[in-house]
């Protein structure tokens, strides 16, 4: 992950675990973020994860100690008009925090 934030140019980033969460050590800033949201909003696989509002891994029957799983997506504008969610996401830390995208119509 750090070297795709040198190479998209996050300068203000560092990531010490794939999730992010609770690591004193990791960073970014709300610049960086939209940065990476930009690039991010240019795969069409990315746009089709972050607007599902739910989505439900079934059980394995194959391996007993395997549950279902159930994701809830929290960003509250999913399903808006010209909005594109990004990312939400709450630290103790950094406090609550989103990432959105949202298209703006042309003005007359």
């Not at 949201?37 to 069409?44: P, S």
């Not at 994860?49 to 194959?62: L, M, Q």
Request: aromatic fraction near 8%; glycine fraction near 6%; charge should be positive.
């Amino acid at each position: 992950m750090n070297k795709n934030c040198a190479r998209l140019g996050l300068k203000s980033s560092f990531f010490d675990s794939p999730h992010g969460l609770m690591n004193p050590i990791s960073k970014s800033t709300a610049f960086d973020i939209a940065k990476l949201g930009a690039k991010c909003l240019k795969d069409n696989r990315f746009i089709t994860i972050v607007n599902t509002r739910y989505y439900k891994v079934p059980k394995n029957n194959r391996n007993k100690n395997f549950r279902s799983y159930r994701w809830e997506n929290t960003h509250k504008l999913i399903g808006c008009n010209g909005v594109t969610p990004i990312k939400t996401g709450v630290t103790q830390s950094a406090g609550p925090c989103l990432a959105t995208a949202i298209e703006l119509e042309p003005s007359i």
